[in-house]
């Protein structure tokens, strides 16, 4: 394979840069954009509320269960590799989305999106630190990766809107292939060439059990609003989950090389990170699943408003993620996340009072929110890197997002099962995640070591 190009190293950096951000925006782009489209793919296809669900969370879960294996095989074959398979997979995914004629279609398409961008999401972050070996360089890259994550987290719906009520649903994966072929080319071309390490082997059997418990609990989660627990077979799907789950901790303990390495979580830091990044994503990717349900469903806004209406989150997460990266030098790592915890608790609080329309307060209530995420994103992002090495920061990065992804995996069916059970979805939900929110903050700041 071709080596990167002879480029001036600061012109280099900065096109490296934007290159996995491009990759990276469209990943965490796809888990929420099609939220605005739920409507109109039901309406073609006929389909059940289930299957719209499945539509939805497909992509999540093969993205979750497949990302420890992307990070082995990162930091096995070298990410630069990886990461354009990854990407390959992804953009011809996007196509196989925007072609589909039948609901099955669709969703075998979305489960090969998230394959994709389980390949491409651990490879990036490895390449963050093989591109910024400095620390600080690489805190102020990663604040501006981070920051375009999480305005692609808030532009899915705005972005949806603006194309399914002016180009139809299938132009929210079509989107994707200008990007994906600019990421291919620019990547192929630019990025650095990491060494790969043979020493670690793909953990089939841990693999496979990852899938398995992920799958039974989505069936679990997805099904319960339709199902009676008592004459279905939810409760073996509950069961299977669990026993799945008991078998991979199992695994992973006895594995010569797990895909799931425990010593990792042997750093308190590194465990409040997953933590923090699991509930912030159940909370975020729920509450945002469940407006968009409510502004069209509840309340009848077009795909266009719905977009429109949750734009101030894409505007004060890109505000809040311009100075994330510099505040962090500042502030230090645990006083920022605290912060941002805090804040996003307040957001969520002001959020209950949502009626119909956006007032004063709710604006105020959305910059709260979107800005505590994106003070809260880069600080567990340089927790999980700090003193990786080039051979590690896949797996590590792997962990940390996986734990984000399955957030917003169990967030977006919790957020389907409590917006069936209970006629104020929003006041419910809104009022968890504030509390959530500050039960992390009060953990962050008892609990956690700065990094000097």
């Not at 951000?21 to 939220?35: R, S």
């Not at 992920?214 to 627990?229: K, N």
């Not at 956006?358 to 809260?376: K, N, Q």
């Amino acid at each position: 394979m071709k080596g990167p190009a002879t480029v001036p190293h600061e012109q280099r950096q900065f096109i490296v840069l934007v290159t996995l951000c491009a990759g990276m925006f469209m990943a965490i782009l796809d888990v929420n954009v099609i939220n605005i489209a739920t409507i109109s793919i039901r309406s073609e296809f006929h389909a059940s509320v289930s299957a719209i669900t499945w539509a939805v969370d497909a992509y999540n879960l093969s993205l979750c269960g497949l990302m420890l294996s992307g990070g082995t095989l990162a930091d096995r074959y070298g990410s630069r590799r990886i990461w354009l398979s990854g990407l390959v997979l992804f953009t011809c995914a996007s196509l196989g989305c925007g072609m589909s004629v039948a609901m099955w279609q669709l969703i075998l398409f979305r489960i090969l999106q998230g394959a994709g961008a389980a390949l491409f999401i651990p490879a990036s972050f490895s390449l963050l630190s093989a591109g910024w070996p400095d620390r600080h360089a690489r805190q102020q890259a990663i604040g501006m990766f981070g920051g375009l994550v999480s305005v692609a987290a808030a532009a899915g719906p705005v972005l949806g809107g603006v194309l399914v009520g002016d180009f139809g649903w299938r132009s929210i994966f079509l989107i994707n292939l200008p990007v994906g072929l600019y990421g291919i080319c620019s990547g192929y071309r630019l990025l650095p060439a990491a060494l790969p390490s043979r020493l670690r082997a793909l953990d089939f059997t841990g693999q496979v059990l990852a899938m398995a418990t992920l799958g039974c609990l989505s069936w679990v989660l997805i099904q319960l609003p339709e199902q009676e627990w008592g004459q279905s077979a939810l409760p073996f799907m509950a069961l299977a989950s669990l026993l799945c789950a008991g078998g991979f901790v199992m695994v992973e303990r006895k594995s010569a090389s797990p895909m799931l390495p425990l010593v990792f979580f042997r750093s308190l830091a590194f465990n409040l990170a997953n933590l923090s990044g699991f509930f912030i994503n159940v909370c975020y990717f729920g509450s945002l699943y469940a407006l968009s349900l409510i502004l069209q469903q509840y309340w009848h806004y077009t795909p266009f408003q719905s977009g429109m209406a949750l734009l101030p989150l894409a505007f004060f997460l890109f505000v809040g993620n311009l100075s994330a990266g510099r505040l962090m030098r500042r502030w230090g790592i645990k006083k920022q996340m605290v912060t941002g915890l805090l804040a996003g608790s307040a957001g969520y609080a002001g959020m209950i009072l949502l009626n119909g329309q956006i007032t004063l307060l709710v604006f105020i209530s959305m910059a709260l929110l979107a800005g505590g995420v994106a003070f809260a994103v880069p600080p567990m992002t340089a927790v999980v890197l700090a003193g990786r090495t080039r051979d590690t920061a896949g797996t590590a990065s792997a962990i940390h997002t996986t734990f984000r992804q399955t957030g917003s995996l169990v967030g977006i069916a919790l957020a389907g099962l409590i917006f069936s059970c209970t006629q104020a979805p929003i006041t419910v939900l809104m009022g968890l995640s504030a509390l959530v929110h500050l039960l992390l903050a009060l953990m962050n700041a008892v609990m956690h070591s700065d990094i000097p």
